[in-house]
């Protein structure tokens, strides 16, 4: 580890952001400068890639827009980064999506991967909520 690296990361704390997987839908914040306003502009997309290097990981999101595919790498630990939020985790057996540049409409498209241990925990609130023993009347 370089003098530089070990600047770089006593001046920027480690802030705990969530795992992310390649193949996630996600949308991201970021704060933009427009003139003397400050303002979160939010991208929403699939993560085809990710970079891990501890301060400088990246993912790469790329969705399409009125028929043309974008692409943009955001560093997780910059701090223009206002939020991480998922969407929908997809099922992916690559690390790289790279082939998703290739597809268009419905091609594109990935499986999406339920979480079973989210889906029991709310199937258990739902059937508690229902539950007319739990009445409070």
Do not use: C, M, W
């Given at each position: 580890m370089t003098k530089e690296?070990?600047?770089?990361?006593?001046?920027?704390?480690?802030?705990?952001l969530p795992a992310i997987a390649v193949g996630d839908l996600v949308k991201v914040g970021l704060l933009i400068l427009e003139g003397d306003k400050e303002r979160?502009?939010?991208?929403?997309?699939?993560?085809?890639?990710?970079?891990?290097?501890?301060?400088?990981?990246?993912?790469?999101?790329?969705?399409t827009f009125q028929g043309v595919g974008i692409e943009r790498v955001f560093c997780l630990y910059s701090p223009r980064m206002v939020f991480v939020e998922f969407i929908r985790h997809s099922k992916a057996r690559r690390a790289k999506l790279y082939y998703l540049r290739n597809?268009?409409?419905?091609q594109s498209r990935l499986e999406?991967?339920?979480?079973?241990?989210?889906?029991?925990?709310?199937?258990?609130?739902?059937?508690s909520e229902s539950d007319p023993s739990n009445s409070r009347t």
């Open positions: 690296d070990k600047e770089k990361k006593e001046k920027i704390e480690y802030r705990p979160v502009q939010t991208y929403e997309g699939t993560v085809i890639s990710k970079h891990r290097a501890g301060l400088n990981s990246t993912i790469t999101v790329r969705k597809r268009v409409g419905k999406e991967r339920f979480d079973l241990v989210t889906n029991t925990i709310l199937l258990d609130l739902l059937a």
